[in-house]
Every structure is written in C-alpha cells, then in structure tokens.
C-alpha cells in the first residue's frame, strides 16, 4: 500500500528544490513545456483530423463502367423511372464524371492513408510527445534519483533552518559592520592626517567616539579578537570617520560626551538584540547538523556525476533528434500519388491523394524545432560550465566577512555552487553556521547566559587548606564570567575542547593552581604574560603527546609541574616539546611524571640546580637507565614506583641531600645496597609492595630513619640492628610473613619511657 503522501509529495519540496536550479535549468524547463505542448496538440489533431482525400487520376475505363455508360446516353433506353427526377442537368454539370460511389471514396482513403502516406507523417507527433516526455524526466533526474535525493534533501532542510535562525541575522549583522570598519580604518590610514583648526573637538567627531565606544561595550560578541594583538577588537561603526576602531571603553575622556540633542547624532550601528535559550539551542543544533552533513557529503561526489551524466545524456539526446529532424522539413509533402491493388473492384490504378494535415504538422515541427536547438544549446553551454568551472572546490574567500570559513569539495562544494546560480546570498547565510568564530561567538553568548558570574561562585568550594577551587567538566569553552573571579586560587577543567585564555585573566589575582584534563588550552599573548607571572602549580594530564601545549615551557615562575600520560623519552611529548626541554623552567622545584620512560633524561639536569623533588609513576615499565639521577644532588625527595626496579640503582649514592626514598611497588627481593647510603641522612623510606625476603643488618646504619615501610613484603624476620635506630617514629610491616616483633624488641619498648607503644609503632598482618 502506498500513501497518499507518497503517490504525492507536497509542494513544499517541489518550490525548495527550485533553489539549486540555474537560469538555464529554468529556461529549458520551459523549453520542455513549449515542446510538450506542441507535440500534445500535433497529437490531438493526429487523432482526431488526420486523413487523407483521394481522387482518381488516369482516364481507363472497365468495359463494365464503358457500357453501363453508352446505354446511358442511348435514346432508346428508358431510364428509371424512380431516378429519373434525381438526375442532374448534365448541361449545367462540370468536371469529370468519375463513377464513384462515397464507400468506395472512404475505402481508398483508408487504403491510401496506410499505403501512400510516409510513416514520419503519421507517427511525428506521437514521436515528439514521447521524446518531450524522456526531456522532461531527465532534466530533474538528479533531483530524484535515490542517491542524491536523499542528500539534496537534507541540504535543504538546513538551508532553510539556517536562513530562518535568529543567529544568521545577527551574525551577519556583526560580520558587516566589522567589516566595514575595517575598510573606513583602511581608508584614514591612507588617507594623509588634516591640520585641526580648533583645539577644541567637534560636537559631531565627539558623538561619534562615544558612539562606537558605547557599540563595543553592549553586547559580548563585540569584546572577541580572533587574531587580533590588541585588547579590543575594532569599532564595528559604519558611520565613524574620526574614532579610533581600538579604542576601548575607557579611552575616552570623562569631559567627551555628546550633545543632548539628539537630531545631531550620528547613525550608530544597530544593537544586537540577545538569543533566548530555544533560539541558542536551535542554533548550535544547527551547527553540529551541518557540520556532520559536511562530513557526510565531502566524502564523496555522487550529486556532481549525476549530473554531469545528465547533461551529457541530454545533449546526446538532443543531437539525435536534431539529427534526423531536419532531414523532415523537405519531405512533408501535401499531395501523394497511391496505387492500390484493389483496381478491379475501383475501376482505377492510380489515385491522387491529398494529406489534410500535412501542412499544420510543418508548421507544428517548427515550433517544436526550435525550442529544441535552443535546448540543446543550454546543455551544450552547462557542459562547458560544468569541465571548465571547479564545481568540487568552493572557497569563501570572495566573501569578505566571512573570511574564517574553510574551502569545501565534493558534493557539498558542488551544491553551493548551483546555490549561488540561484541567489549568491543564501550561500552567505549557510555560511555562517560553516564558520568556526561564528560558533565561537555563539558558545560564548551562550556561556555567558548559563554560566554567569554568580552561578560560578556558587560552585566555587574551600578545602581544608582554605583554598578556593573551582571545577569545571565537559563545556565546549571557558565561560567569560570565569576571568572575573578574583578570589579563585586553584581552577580545574576537565574535558574543554577550547580552553582558551585571554587577557581577562589578568582579573584573576588569585590565581596560582592550575589543573588541566584532556583540555586543548590555548593562551594569548597578553594572557601568557598573566600566566608566567603568577602561576606556581600545574597539573597536565593528557592521552597523546602532542595535547600537551607549548606554552608550558615559557612559565618562568612555574615551581611544581605535574606530567601524566604516555609519555616516552623516544618520541618525547610532542614533535617540538621533550623532557629535555624543561630545561628552561628555572625555577622548577617538583617535577612529578606519570608515563611509561625507559630511562630517566639527561636533560633533567639542567634544572637540577632548583629540582628538588622529583617522582617518577612508571606504570609497571622498566626503567632501565637511571645515571640521569648523579647530577640531580640537589634533591630531597624521590619517588620511583612501578618501575620494575630488582636492584637499589647506584646513582642514589650521588644524591647527598636526599631526605625521603620511595621505592614501593617495585620487583627488590634483597636490598643489600643500603650499605651503600649510610651517608644519607635518610628520615624515611619507602619499601612496601617487593619481595623483599630479608633486611641487612646494614640497616641500623642509617641513624636519622624516622619512617620505614616494609609492608607487603616476604619478611619472616627482622635484624636485630633495626632496634638500635634511635629516631624510628613509625615502622609499617603489614603483609609479611612476620607473626610477632622480636621479644627483645619489645622488652626495649616496655623499658624506655619516652618510646611509644608497639601497638602506636607497628602495623603487623
């Protein structure tokens, strides 16, 4: 069953479509309706006129007819009686008696007609009706075909979403007046400087300045940059001649204002009336439909070959009938001799005919002809179009305010293309959901709206260190309100595609802490400067080197940074950034990483002069090459866990300043090589998580160890030189083999009043 929706389609896809056809798909569409036309009433008058008249031509007689003749003009002979008052006067007679009766008139014409007259005579009309049929059809195959039409569709739905959005009007509105101000900046540039004759402003030069001043401070749209080094983006004031286009909101003098009365003011642009939420909505649906019909449609050029073959298919169409409908115009004739068979039953050989419509149907070939050369003329000129223009390539370029927009291929390029046939400006209005600061804007108006400065202080919470933090996850960019928070010491944003900072930040004075999950962060020159000033603490966390931002390197004042992801001293973080590279953080006191290295770089050294701390989560792999570690001797603390360690690495003995030594979660069965550090004033370290089956008696060597874990070993027995450590606040030995302490240590520990309880010193399993 079929509806009735199907059977057919409403007429709201029937004038859309019209949209992506060309002048000259309009004017063969009613190239087509003339030639149907034509061919519809040649085939009218074909069924319902179309004969042919015949009359005898030669003077031979039938014996038959002679002597029925003679006894007719004997004396003798009586006529009739009951036709003779019906007999003419033959004195009054004229012409040639043929002796015909009218059936045997109907029946030579019916002979004739299908004897005589030529086929093309009889069948052109039918055959221009069925080939204006195949014409109409094929000129809006590519409309219908099911490959395309699906896709032909969908593009304009969104074309008529898009030129029905709120947004399209706004930011077309915002593009054109920055633009135009741009070009009035242009022009005073060139333009050489007038000598002022007054010391004094003029009224109207200074109602022009407060006007574009108060165009640029109203709405957000007007406060973004997109590469602009300057603070503020230039005035979008079409009628300003004497402003400044940078000037920002506090450059004018208080004393600057304009008259009062308001019929000298100048023209200022029209206000930007603000998106409600449905239309913001709508319009970033907009964007992400779009940009995956893009996706869809780049991929390939199915629409573009249609109707290239549709073409051709039409032209070769053309060319044939072109082709054997010339030879026609010669060889319609009104008069056609006819010899029938039957000349015993009709007394005569030879008839002379005349075709009734032949005349009607020349001239109905003529008007049918030329249409159809017009035709084929169109489709040879959209071929030459078609090879010689670049209908897979569209760029914007020609567009000048909207500039940021990328080049499109394929199907979607070929599409804008027969657009722009149409109306240049519809490709305009797509354009702006194609353009990336358009979105940009979009998001940021959007932001402002849901994310205003009170509702960030309302999630803003105090640890217990009585810091502020504040987090943000999945936003798809920083909100503006953000860089107005002045308390916010620590700010963590997780999962922001388009961290960007700009000069605002310099409204965060509080800020010293910030964290950043798979967060693409890009800052701005003026903001970096903010940035290296101020910022102490860094929290990286990525999944591909190449997320981690460049900027990193030139935080002068950075003091702890904190690395983690697949990090690999072979391909380093990046093309342009490795370890080796923290080299220019001078200041950098903890370096704490979170990869998969092979071997610690050389390159830490050259901020071995200010690191101090350093630990090292390699993820369960080896860490093979640690001599990287002599020259750090001014570190205090290590941390290398999860790296496969089976042995003390010797360059420990290097690091005279070392304090606390965390080796957890490493393969040590013996551990041998503390003999090695008593020269460290070690005050804890760090075993828990090995297989360490028995401690040296060396280990009473190191005098100044407050903390030991030796948890989740293979102990079964503890050195007597452990008891002798005088400074052992706290000894962890849970998950070893060990079912008590030692009866003499725990005799010391009754006996000495200062130390505290075994129960407060250990933790057994």
Same mark, same amino acid.
């Given at each position: 069953?079929?509806?009735?929706?199907?059977?057919?389609?409403?007429?709201h896809?029937?004038?859309?479509?019209?949209?992506?056809?060309?002048?000259?798909?309009? #004017?063969?569409?009613?190239?087509?309706?003339?030639?149907l036309?034509?061919?519809?009433?040649?085939?009218?008058?074909?069924?319902?006129?179309?004969?042919?008249?015949?009359?005898?031509?030669?003077?031979?007689?039938?014996?038959?007819?002679?002597?029925?003749?003679?006894?007719?003009?004997?004396?003798?002979?009586?006529?009739?009686?009951?036709?003779?008052?019906?007999?003419?006067?033959?004195?009054?007679?004229?012409?040639?008696?043929k002796?015909?009766?009218?059936?045997?008139?109907?029946?030579?014409s019916?002979?004739?007609?299908?004897?005589?007259?030529?086929?093309?005579?009889?069948?052109?009309?039918?055959?221009?009706?069925?080939?204006?049929?195949?014409?109409?059809?094929?000129?809006?195959?590519w409309?219908?075909?099911?490959?395309?039409?699906?896709?032909?569709?969908?593009?304009?739905?969104?074309?008529?979403?898009?030129?029905?959005?709120?947004?399209?009007?706004?930011? =077309?509105?915002?593009?054109v007046?920055?633009?135009?101000?741009?070009?009035?900046?242009?022009?005073?540039?060139?333009?050489?400087?007038?000598?002022?004759?007054?010391?004094?402003?003029?009224?109207?030069?200074?109602?022009?300045?407060?006007?574009?001043?108060?165009?640029?401070?109203?709405?957000? =749209?007007?406060?973004?940059?997109d590469?602009?080094?300057?603070?503020?983006?230039?005035?979008?004031?079409?009628?300003?001649?004497s402003?400044?286009?940078?000037?920002?909101?506090?450059?004018?003098?208080?004393?600057?204002?304009?008259?009062?009365?308001?019929?000298?003011?100048?023209?200022s642009?029209?206000?930007v009336?603000?998106?409600?939420?449905?239309?913001?909505?709508?319009?970033?649906?907009?964007?992400?439909?779009?940009?995956?019909?893009?996706?869809?449609?780049?991929?390939?050029?199915?629409?573009?070959?249609?109707?290239?073959?549709?073409?051709?298919?039409?032209?070769?169409?053309?060319?044939?009938?072109?082709?054997?409908?010339?030879?026609?115009?010669?060889? #319609?004739?009104?008069?056609?001799?006819?010899?029938?068979?039957?000349?015993a039953?009709?007394?005569?050989?030879?008839?002379?005919?005349?075709?009734?419509?032949?005349?009607?149907?020349?001239?109905?070939?003529?008007?049918?002809?030329?249409?159809?050369?017009?035709?084929?003329? $169109?489709?040879?000129?959209?071929?030459?179009?078609?090879?010689?223009?670049?209908?897979?390539?569209?760029?914007?370029?020609?567009?000048?305010?909207?500039?940021?927009?990328?080049?499109?291929?394929?199907?979607?390029?070929?599409?804008?293309?027969? =657009?722009?046939?149409?109306?240049p400006?519809?490709?305009?209005?797509?354009?702006?959901?194609?353009?990336?600061?358009?979105?940009?804007?979009?998001?940021?108006?959007?932001?402002?709206?849901?994310?205003?400065?009170?509702?960030?202080?309302?999630?803003?919470?105090?640890?217990?260190?009585?810091?502020?933090?504040?987090?943000?996850?999945?936003?798809?960019?920083?909100?503006?309100?953000?860089?107005?928070?002045?308390?916010?010491?620590? =700010?963590?944003?997780?999962?922001?595609?388009?961290?960007?900072f700009?000069?605002?930040?310099?409204?965060m004075?509080?800020?010293?802490?910030?964290?950043?999950?798979?967060?693409?962060?890009?800052?701005?020159?003026?903001?970096?400067a903010?940035?290296?000033?101020?910022?102490?603490?860094?929290?990286?966390?990525?999944?591909?080197p190449s997320?981690?931002?460049?900027?990193?390197?030139?935080?002068?004042?950075?003091?702890?940074?904190?690395?983690? @992801?697949?990090?690999?001293?072979?391909?380093?973080?990046?093309?342009?950034?490795?370890?080796?590279?923290?080299?220019?953080?001078?200041?950098?006191?903890?370096l704490?990483?979170?990869?998969?290295?092979?071997r610690?770089?050389?390159?830490?050294?050259?901020?071995?002069?200010?690191?101090?701390? $350093?630990?090292?989560?390699?993820?369960?792999?080896?860490?093979?090459?640690?001599? @990287?570690?002599?020259?750090?001797?001014?570190?205090?603390?290590?941390?290398?866990?999860?790296?496969?360690?089976?042995?003390?690495?010797?360059?420990?003995?290097?690091?005279?300043?070392?304090?606390?030594l965390?080796?957890?979660?490493?393969?040590f069965?013996?551990?041998?090589?503390?003999?090695?550090?008593?020269?460290?004033?070690?005050?804890?370290?760090?075993?828990?998580?090995n297989?360490?089956?028995?401690?040296?008696?060396?280990?009473?060597?190191?005098?100044?160890?407050?903390?030991?874990?030796?948890?989740?070993?293979? $102990?079964?027995?503890?050195?007597?030189?452990?008891?002798?450590?005088?400074?052992?606040?706290?000894?962890? $030995?849970?998950?070893?083999?060990?079912?008590?302490?030692?009866?003499?240590?725990?005799?010391?520990l009754?006996?000495?009043?200062?130390?505290?309880?075994?129960?407060?010193?250990?933790?057994? @399993?």
């Amino acid at each position: 069953m079929f509806s009735l929706l199907e059977l057919a389609p409403p007429n709201h896809h029937q004038s859309s479509s019209k949209l992506l056809k060309p002048w000259w798909e309009v #004017f063969m569409d009613y190239l087509v309706v003339l030639m149907l036309m034509a061919s519809v009433l040649a085939c009218t008058e074909q069924l319902s006129r179309d004969r042919v008249v015949c009359i005898p031509s030669d003077s031979l007689v039938t014996a038959n007819a002679s002597g029925l003749s003679q006894a007719a003009l004997t004396p003798s002979s009586k006529p009739p009686t009951h036709v003779s008052y019906n007999i003419p006067d033959l004195s009054t007679a004229r012409g040639r008696r043929k002796h015909l009766v009218y059936q045997q008139y109907a029946y030579v014409s019916q002979v004739c007609y299908h004897e005589a007259l030529p086929l093309y005579s009889r069948f052109f009309p039918y055959m221009a009706l069925l080939q204006s049929l195949v014409l109409v059809a094929s000129s809006s195959f590519w409309l219908h075909f099911p490959h395309t039409s699906s896709r032909i569709e969908h593009f304009l739905a969104i074309l008529v979403k898009c030129c029905g959005s709120p947004w399209t009007s706004q930011a =077309l509105s915002i593009a054109v007046q920055l633009d135009n101000a741009l070009e009035k900046e242009v022009v005073e540039e060139k333009q050489p400087p007038k000598p002022s004759t007054s010391s004094s402003p003029s009224p109207l030069g200074i109602c022009k300045r407060q006007s574009s001043v108060d165009v640029c401070a109203d709405h957000p =749209l007007w406060k973004r940059s997109d590469n602009a080094s300057s603070g503020a983006p230039p005035s979008p004031c079409p009628s300003t001649t004497s402003c400044d286009s940078t000037m920002s909101s506090t450059s004018c003098a208080p004393e600057m204002r304009c008259p009062s009365n308001p019929c000298h003011v100048v023209d200022s642009p029209r206000q930007v009336i603000s998106l409600d939420r449905s239309d913001g909505e709508e319009a970033r649906a907009l964007f992400e439909r779009l940009r995956k019909f893009r996706s869809h449609c780049e991929s390939s050029d199915i629409i573009y070959k249609v109707y290239l073959a549709q073409t051709i298919f039409k032209l070769l169409m053309v060319t044939l009938i072109v082709s054997y409908t010339i030879p026609l115009f010669s060889s #319609f004739s009104f008069t056609h001799m006819c010899h029938p068979e039957e000349k015993a039953l009709l007394g005569y050989s030879t008839f002379e005919c005349v075709h009734v419509l032949s005349s009607l149907i020349r001239k109905l070939l003529v008007g049918y002809f030329i249409p159809l050369v017009l035709y084929g003329l $169109l489709n040879l000129y959209t071929l030459i179009w078609i090879l010689y223009s670049s209908l897979r390539q569209y760029s914007f370029q020609d567009l000048c305010s909207l500039r940021d927009v990328p080049d499109l291929r394929n199907d979607l390029a070929f599409l804008l293309h027969m =657009l722009d046939q149409y109306d240049p400006l519809l490709a305009q209005r797509l354009s702006v959901f194609l353009s990336p600061v358009s979105e940009s804007r979009l998001l940021e108006e959007s932001l402002e709206r849901c994310w205003g400065e009170d509702k960030l202080r309302s999630i803003t919470t105090v640890d217990a260190d009585g810091c502020s933090r504040l987090q943000l996850v999945a936003l798809p960019r920083l909100p503006p309100a953000l860089f107005n928070l002045s308390h916010l010491q620590v =700010l963590k944003l997780e999962l922001i595609r388009d961290s960007r900072f700009t000069p605002q930040v310099a409204n965060m004075t509080s800020l010293r802490e910030l964290h950043l999950y798979h967060c693409t962060a890009t800052v701005d020159p003026s903001a970096l400067a903010v940035l290296q000033e101020r910022l102490e603490v860094l929290h990286l966390t990525f999944t591909q080197p190449s997320e981690v931002p460049n900027w990193v390197l030139s935080l002068r004042s950075l003091h702890e940074l904190h690395l983690s @992801g697949r990090l690999s001293t072979e391909g380093g973080v990046g093309r342009n950034w490795s370890l080796g590279s923290l080299r220019r953080l001078r200041h950098l006191r903890v370096l704490v990483i979170r990869g998969m290295l092979q071997r610690i770089p050389g390159e830490l050294c050259e901020v071995a002069c200010s690191l101090v701390r $350093l630990r090292i989560y390699n993820e369960e792999t080896r860490l093979l090459v640690l001599t @990287g570690l002599k020259r750090m001797v001014d570190l205090t603390e290590l941390v290398l866990q999860d790296c496969q360690l089976e042995r003390l690495p010797s360059a420990l003995q290097a690091l005279t300043l070392l304090r606390t030594l965390d080796l957890q979660h490493n393969n040590f069965r013996t551990v041998e090589e503390l003999l090695s550090l008593t020269h460290l004033r070690l005050s804890s370290l760090r075993l828990a998580f090995n297989r360490i089956v028995a401690l040296p008696a060396g280990v009473g060597m190191l005098r100044e160890l407050e903390l030991l874990d030796l948890s989740n070993n293979q $102990l079964q027995r503890l050195p007597q030189s452990l008891f002798t450590l005088r400074r052992l606040r706290r000894l962890l $030995l849970a998950g070893n083999l060990l079912e008590e302490l030692p009866a003499e240590f725990r005799g010391k520990l009754a006996s000495c009043p200062e130390c505290p309880p075994p129960h407060a010193l250990c933790q057994l @399993g």
